[in-house]
């Protein structure tokens, strides 16, 4: 802050300041600031440095300490810009008073001691810490890790006891070549600055100057007090003082480089040539006369190496190479404190590889080797989405489980991706896999029985006709409509073998053939068994000697009945076929992670059409069957009728709920089902008994004996 006053005034006449310890950013303004320079990185490298740390530890939930002062307002500046581009979220910012206030003292203890955070980043003087971390001694403040800055990292009485294991980011170490000698060479009597010496002289060797004040001798002497005087020949070589420790030189190796850059920026004015300067027509500056402005030109272009080996040059703005040391306080088994090098930050070096830390040299608090941790919510791992909670930082949030069709790959992800609309999210919810496709396949277990059944089924009512062909002139054969019976088991034959056609995968032909083909059969089916009942009634009402229905016996009527009723479901079909036929179609909405291949029916309004004619028609033969089934004698067909109709009619009943709320190959297995059990139905209700006459009882497939059943009935 007094440098940027200091600076404004003198910035209009171009007045050079090299400054060593000045580090905030705005001095970097060539506008405002065009002949400041430093020899320290300004405070945005600071701050880039300090982020680079936190993010290396993952340390995401952090508190900030700044002095109450200009320089630590723009220093929390300049962080919390860089904090803005990383998950690194602040718990608390607190400024520290220059004047200690026990008021504010106790309230920044409350907040570190309450809070969640435990990575406290220190951007403070040290005389301003002192009674915060005092305080936070005295109220037992455990578990947290300090991150401090250059201002207050190299302090050894202030990270003590539990605050050991502080991370400091620091100016780069050096030791200035005979600076040491120069320090033990130093004597009163070899300065001019003699004041100075001999004050220094008495505070560390504890004595006075036999010419000191006289009076506070006397008064010494007549209390009784011996007083040490200086004699000169003290040596300081022999003492083990700080001072004397040039091994460690920090700022003050930062001054160093900035006496030397004013020194080398004269020396190559000094050293211009006539005709070869930077100037007017290749002229030089005098080294007796010169102009700030003059001087500028050198210290902007000054490129040295100091006797450590470093190159020394500014960047436009005025700013050395950004490098920062990146230590960590130890506590020794002695109970004494030594900080540790453990790493390097360098801006200017590409990303990745801007810092460079040894994690093995680190002790923590408490002398802890693994890393500690500074989270508000725990990670959320792949398969989860991050959910802030509201009014509160980022970093602090739920983990929500992503929903069916939806993923994401990354940890703390806060978004999550949709699935292709052929794919669907894995278990784990971090992968899209494809979706499994789904239709009844002649390859699984479900197809293959389906398959079995009809194809066994289809061979039953083949066998009765065959058995019905074999004994067609025998008495109850001839006397159940022997023609009707032949068309009914090859109607049979082809319910039973329909059920093919729904099973495979879904193509254009195999949908249109499916319901349609099923349609015609199954009316083909119940229009004979129609038949066969208008039949017995006709051949009973026939046995009147006044009747007018003898000539509608014969084969005739029936085959008008079943070709009448067959071609009005075809021509339902074919207006279905022509209008909105089926085609195959990829569902991919009905279950979730699979495309299920069905077939369209096309005409909702045509298919159900199809199957409430082919449902009229059940009815009708059930209705007639029933009217007919105590005619006497023979005739008694119409029992059999009737209790297959009942059978047949219940099944189309019952299936469609069942169609309508399945989905997939089970709604198709369920189609399949309906139709072997109602075929099955019809086939055992109207043929197994006649098959058990035929082939068990012979002696009872007489006509006699089927009229003598007439003549009992008419007696009784």
Known sequence: ????????????????????????????????????FRTLPHGNVLAVSIVRILVHFSWTWVGILVEDTEFGELSIQDLKEELVMTNVCI?????????????????????????????????????????????????????????????SAMSMNLFKNHLTGTIGITFPKSEIPGFREFLLDMHPSKSQHKMYLESFWEEIFDCKWPNANTDQKMAAKELGEEVKFCTGSEILSELDIPYLDVSELRVIFNIYNAVYTAVHALHDL??????????????????????????????????????????????????????????????????????????????????GKELIINRSAIMWNGGQAQDPQSICSESCPPGYKRAAHRGEPLCCFD??????????????????????????????????????????????????????????????????????????????????????????????????????????????????????????????????????????????????????????????LPNTIVFICTLFQVVICIAWLTSSPPFPEKNMNSKPGMIIIECNEGSTAAFWCMLGYMGLLAIVSFIVAFLAQNLPGSFNEAKFITFSMLVFVSIWLSFIPAYLSTKGKYMVAAEIFAMLASSAGLLSCIFFPKCYIIVLRPDINTRENLMGKVDFKNKK
């Open 1 to 36: 802050s007094f440098s940027c006053l200091k600076h404004s005034s003198f910035n209009v006449f171009l007045f050079i300041q090299i400054s060593y310890y000045a580090g905030a950013y705005i001095l970097s303004d060539r506008m405002q600031f065009p002949s400041f």
């Open 91 to 151: 718990g608390f910012s607190e400024k520290v008073p220059v004047i200690a206030s026990i008021r504010k003292i106790n309230h920044i203890t409350d907040v570190i001691k309450k809070s969640t955070v435990n990575v406290i980043v220190i951007i403070c003087y040290e005389a301003y810490l002192v009674p915060l971390m005092e305080e936070a001694n005295k109220q037992n403040v455990t578990g947290k890790t300090w991150l401090a800055t250059s201002s």
């Open 270 to 351: 000094y050293t211009c040539k006539p005709g070869a300067g930077p100037f007017g027509n290749g002229s030089c500056a005098s080294i007796h006369h010169f102009e700030p402005w003059q001087l500028l030109h050198y210290v902007k272009h000054v490129h040295f190496k100091n006797q450590r080996g470093e190159e020394v040059f500014f960047d436009d703005e005025g700013n050395p190479p950004p490098v920062y040391e990146v230590i960590n306080w130890h506590l020794t088994p002695d109970g004494n404190l030594k900080y540790v090098d453990v790493g390097r930050v360098d801006v200017s070096l590409p990303p």
């Open 399 to 556: 983990c929500i489980w992503c929903s069916e069709g939806e993923i994401s790959n990354q940890t703390d992800s806060s978004d999550r991706q949709q699935c292709p609309h052929n794919h669907w999210s894995n278990d784990r919810r971090d992968k899209c896999i494809p979706k499994t496709i789904e239709f009844l396949s002649f390859k699984e277990p479900l197809g293959v029985i389906l398959s079995c059944i009809s194809i066994i089924s289809s061979l039953i009512p083949a066998a009765i006709l065959y058995t019905f062909v074999r004994y067609r002139d025998t008495p109850i054969v001839k006397g159940n409509n022997r023609e009707l019976s032949y068309l009914l088991l090859l109607a049979l034959m082809l319910c039973f073998l329909c059920c093919l056609i729904f099973i495979g995968q879904p193509m254009m032909v195999n949908c249109i053939l499916r319901q349609t083909a099923f349609g015609i059969v199954f009316t083909f089916s119940v229009s004979c068994v129609l038949a066969k009942t208008i039949m017995v009634i006709i051949a009973f009402k026939a046995t009147n000697p006044n009747s007018n229905l003898k000539k509608w016996l014969g084969p005739k």
